[in-house]
């Protein structure tokens, strides 16, 4: 009785009716599954009241920033502070609050009924606020804004928000890419490193780096601690994996990775920096984005910068989904061009919400091999080794498809689809 009322609860409109029915449950005497929908229940109220928070804050802080009155008091400073003691909170904190709230009630309406309805969570509704704040006190048009909102609604159905966050910024690059260059190239002023002491004898280093630059430093410790597990016939297990980059990274400014002699391969490629960029913005015809791998979408002229000093490899993609085209192999070890295709296909482990990449997750055969799965790119799909041994080892199950979407069964009986994902989408 009380799994069937859950159900019914989890699929009715938020509201206080909602919310007291699901008050009067004792999750803990809920069967395991129902304890689930009763948890997706409640983030659905939380989605509704958060709605309600937006307009609250934007009654208290106004609908527009403050004007300043003299040369001692900033933008919001009253009503900053009245937020901030209201909500316990700090004067920084507050104003982004504020900022997040007036981006989605001025200017985001759909965001905030699918926030209200419990459509999207209160992180998804935030992370499209901030993405899309800069564009719109740019002047983007009612349309681009509206376009942005349904996109960003539709992916959240399934991804995380980090994930909503990039493809937010994805679209904003295409709809407006003269925009996009412009802050982009803005933003590579204030590249920096800073150094800052800390107690127990430490210091915090700071980078603050274009994309590229960024992704070719975490490439460079990655690689230096893959030379030294290679050496090493016993690596020190005693270490996490911050622990290993931050000892790398003092390696690394000793002496250079040229200097090393031990050539590290990843699925039996060089490590490399991947750049996606389609055929017309190479050729200068376009100014799409590029998708800078690990971080998502970057200028045009960016991308061809860096494609010009690239090694080229042909994907070819289907040109109404953007997704990479399927062809098939017999032997259970994969040839080199499946192990690229798979790489370049998912891009990250596939289970939901994961975005550990794929150049150094396992390639995973969903069907085993010794039940009869074969070696092609419509069973096999890039899995982190957690969620590799979570499919082999902790009762979850995995139907892979030939675009690399996938679904997953939690050993519950849960159902969570992770959609294609386009080569020119971030991820």
């Known amino acids: 009785m009380r799994t069937q009322l859950v159900s019914r609860l989890l699929t009715a409109a938020p509201g206080i009716d909602t919310l007291t029915s699901l008050f009067a449950i004792d999750p803990f005497e809920l069967a395991a599954p129902a304890r689930i929908d009763y948890l997706s229940a409640l983030e659905r109220q939380m989605s509704w009241l958060q709605a309600m928070m937006q307009r609250a804050i934007v009654a208290v802080a106004g609908e527009e920033g403050s004007k300043s009155d003299d040369i001692f008091t900033g933008v919001d400073d009253a009503e900053r502070e009245d937020v901030a003691t209201a909500l316990r909170m700090s004067t920084g904190t ?56 349904q996109s960003a609604l539709a992916y959240a159905e399934f991804h995380t928000p980090t994930q909503v966050a990039n493809k937010v910024r994805t679209s904003i690059a295409k709809l407006a890419p003269e925009p996009f260059e412009e802050i982009a190239e803005r933003a590579r002023d204030t590249r920096r490193v800073s150094c800052f002491r800390e107690v127990d004898g430490l210091s915090t280093i700071v980078a603050i780096l274009p994309a590229e630059d960024a992704q070719i430093v975490m490439k460079a410790i990655e690689n230096f601690i893959h030379q030294q597990v290679t050496k090493d016939a016993l690596p020190d297990e005693r270490r996490s994996m911050d622990m290993k980059r931050a000892d790398a990274l003092t390696s690394i400014a000793t002496w250079s990775l040229q200097e090393n002699t031990v050539d590290v391969k990843l699925h039996r490629r060089p490590v490399t920096v991947n750049v996606t960029i389609d055929l017309p913005t190479l050729l200068g015809l376009a100014e799409n984005p590029g998708q800078l791998a690990g971080y998502g979408a970057i200028p045009a002229s960016v991308a061809r910068a860096l494609a010009s000093d690239g090694k080229w490899q042909r994907f070819i993609t289907d040109p109404q989904t953007g997704t990479l085209l399927d062809y098939g192999r017999e032997s259970y070890e994969p040839p080199q061009a499946l192990v690229d295709f798979l790489i370049a296909r998912d891009r990250t482990c596939r289970f939901p919400g994961c975005r550990q990449s794929a150049a150094r997750a396992d390639l995973d055969h969903a069907q085993s091999w010794e039940s009869g799965g074969e070696t092609s790119a419509a069973n096999l799909g890039a899995l982190c080794r957690r969620h590799h041994r979570l499919k082999t080892h902790g009762g979850w199950k995995l139907d892979s498809h030939s675009d690399g979407s996938c679904t997953w069964t939690s050993p519950l009986g849960k159902i969570y689809e992770v959609p294609a994902r386009p080569m020119l989408e971030a991820v």
């Open 94 to 149: 507050a104003q982004i609050r504020i900022d997040v709230a007036r981006t989605l009630v001025n200017h985001l309406p759909n965001v905030c009924s699918a926030l209200a309805m419990g459509e999207i969570s209160p992180a998804h509704a935030t992370v499209i606020a901030r993405e899309s704040a800069s564009a719109i006190r740019d002047g983007m048009g009612p349309a681009h804004i509206y376009s942005i909102e």
